[in-house]
């Protein structure tokens, strides 16, 4: 066991984090594909265009999220919530469901809205 290990408990390795202002940039190439975990009432606020949505409730988020990454779980996928809170434990679960390239955008939507970056309005 080397030292990060015994250091930080070993076991999976937390999900990476990433800036709001670097996930659009990486959004707008088409390098990763962002999923808005958060409930329906707040996408009616606008969620991040470009972003596709899907409850973190949602029994079937993982395969949903799966079919956005045209069921490739090697694909770059950031999920995003309204704090990180939610979108960190949606990371959990699809990194533990095999999903090999997830990152948790840091600070949400408080974050991206207060970077100024693109929002849209949801639409069903």
């Known amino acids: 066991m080397g030292l990060f290990d015994k250091l930080f408990g070993g076991g999976k390795p937390a999900i990476p984090q990433i800036d709001p202002a670097e996930a659009n940039a990486r959004l707008r190439k088409k390098q990763l594909v962002l999923v808005d975990v958060r409930t329906e009432s707040e996408w009616q606020d606008g969620v991040p265009k470009g ?17 956005f990454l045209k069921e490739d779980a090697s694909a770059p996928v950031a999920v995003i919530c309204r704090s990180g809170m939610r979108s960190g434990r949606a990371a959990k679960l699809l990194a533990g469901a095999g999903f090999t390239n997830v990152s948790n955008v840091r600070g949400g939507m408080m974050a991206w809205t207060a970077a100024n970056l693109p929002v849209k309005p949801y639409r069903k």
């Open 51 to 67: 972003a596709h949505t899907v409850t973190l409730g949602d029994p079937r988020m993982v395969d949903t999220i799966y079919g």
